[in-house]
């Protein structure tokens, strides 16, 4: 089934105590796949922010008509974090009862996160039920009817997501078939050298955070 895509507008919804009071669709992406131009689910296979879930991910096309990209919904530190943003301040590797692996210098990963006060289509899934097709592969992807609508909830409006995120941060998806990072409305990085390589590409409004 295709579902509807329609606009999305959060004009006036904002919470104003939070710094990404503005924006409510965020996606994070290496440095060096982070052109001035339209990006798409075809990954570079040398990209390490490739999706591993190749069977869900190829369900939810099945479901969608599209192959996705994934965008968290919401405007709290905690929405934030599924875009997976602040992994690339992570020192360890690899840590176990015996021995703790750190990060050694030029194996930190830069990663560029591009923030939407709106974005014009896509299809919201509900974040936390995603989890029942990630973890569905022993049964070979094959999802209930009532798990399919616990994901998609195809009677909620815009607003009723929005109330949704705004209740319960860090459960809601945005996916769309694929994203202009030209119009982002906020891009953030981790340092100046960063900074200048977007702006030099013609980003603007980029900041470290």
């Known amino acids: 089934m295709r579902l509807k895509m329609e606009r999305l507008n959060t004009q006036g919804s904002e919470n104003k105590e939070s710094i990404w009071s503005q924006y409510y669709f965020h996606h994070a992406r ?24 190749e069977g869900a991910n190829k369900w939810l096309e099945q479901q969608i008509g599209f192959a996705p990209i994934f965008l968290a919904v919401g405007n709290t530190e905690e929405d934030i974090y599924m875009t997976g943003y602040q992994n690339q301040w992570r020192r360890i590797l690899t840590q176990s009862k015996d ?38 592969g022993y ?20 607003s009723d997501w929005l109330r949704y995120t705004r209740r319960d941060s860090h459960s809601v998806t945005l996916v769309v078939p694929q994203l202009d990072l030209t119009k982002a409305d906020h891009v953030s990085v981790r340092n100046k050298t960063t900074k200048l390589i977007l702006e030099n590409l013609g980003f603007r409004n980029v900041e470290r955070r």
């Open 30 to 53: 290496l440095l060096e796949y982070s052109p001035f131009g339209i990006v798409t689910p075809k990954y570079d296979p040398n990209d390490p922010d490739i999706q591993l879930e």
């Open 99 to 136: 021995e703790t692996i750190y990060l050694q210098r030029g194996q930190f990963l830069n990663r560029v996160l591009f923030s939407f006060k709106d974005i014009s289509d896509g299809v919201f899934i509900d974040y936390m039920n995603w989890f029942i097709v990630l973890n569905s």
């Open 139 to 158: 049964r070979d992807y094959q999802i209930r009817d009532y798990e399919i609508r616990s994901i998609f909830r195809k009677s909620w409006s815009i």
